[in-house]
């Protein structure tokens, strides 16, 4: 069965440190990878996304993700955090073929900043 | 319109009663999507439509939940005697093709329901 893990449900760092938020992810074939983030009140908002090539891809707000195919994880990075990055954060998996709709939330991860 | 609209932000009801929840795409967008989150979960995909037809409403947790897009535009998810489980915010999103590899969807704020 098709599935996504984020292991880390709640993070908390320091504003200007960096930020590492894990996706490991099981389907049959390596899927369209996404990560959104969604902060209070508000709607998901895409951060980045990979389809093929590069694997070191580049989003929204200075973040970046790379795809391990070895390792089956899509982990979102970022150098140096932002109070404005408080939010919650989620990886979404989508399987090929004719499931181009459906995309597969994991639970999601919670980010709080500290001054 | 600019965005994914959703109406009403906020719903609240009481067991037993009929709930719509409407979505209004992005102009120009032919797929649309509905999704469930409830607290401290993550969305939960419903049903997807390409034009007006359901291509996949393999989410849609039992019959008393119903969607249609009857001009392939606007969006109505329809709740019957509705649950305190049925409580959680609907998400709705589009995308410019959803038949495309490379599609990317744009979600809406949601509708939250309440069932009392």
């Known amino acids: 069965a098709q599935s996504v893990t984020q292991p880390d449900i709640h993070i908390t760092v320091s504003e200007g440190a960096s930020l590492e938020l894990r996706c490991n992810y099981s389907?049959?074939?390596?899927?369209?990878l996404f990560w959104y983030v969604q902060s209070p009140g508000q709607g998901l908002q895409l951060l980045l996304k990979?389809?093929?090539?590069?694997?070191l891809v580049q989003g929204i707000k200075g973040f970046e993700a790379e795809f391990k195919r070895s390792q089956s994880s899509f982990n979102l990075r970022k150098p140096s955090v932002h109070w404005s990055d408080a939010a919650e954060y989620f990886c979404?998996?989508?399987?090929?073929?004719?499931?181009?709709?459906?995309?597969?939330f994991g639970q999601g991860t919670i980010l709080t900043v500290h001054p | 319109g600019a965005g994914v609209s959703q109406t009403p932000s906020n719903k609240v009801t009481e067991k037993g009663k009929y709930v719509e929840l409407r979505c209004d795409p992005i102009?120009?967008?032919?797929?649309l999507y509905w999704y469930r989150q409830s607290l401290g979960q993550g969305p939960e995909f419903l049903i997807y439509?390409?034009?007006?037809?359901?291509?996949?409403d393999s989410g849609l947790p039992n019959d008393r939940f119903f969607a249609v897009r009857p001009e392939g535009s606007v969006s109505t998810l329809k709740i019957q005697r509705t649950e305190r489980g049925d409580s959680a915010v609907y998400l709705c999103?589009?995308?410019?093709?959803?038949?495309?590899?490379?599609?990317?969807?744009?979600f809406g704020a949601g509708s939250r329901l309440t069932v009392l």
């Open positions: 979404a998996p989508r399987a090929g073929g004719t499931s181009y709709g459906k995309l597969t």
């Open positions: 999103a589009s995308s410019l093709d959803g038949s495309s590899g490379a599609n990317v969807l744009t």
């Open positions: 102009s120009g967008h032919t797929a």
């Open positions: 990979y389809f093929s090539g590069d694997t």
């Open positions: 389907y049959g074939a390596t899927p369209y």
């Open positions: 439509f390409q034009g007006t037809g359901a291509a996949d």
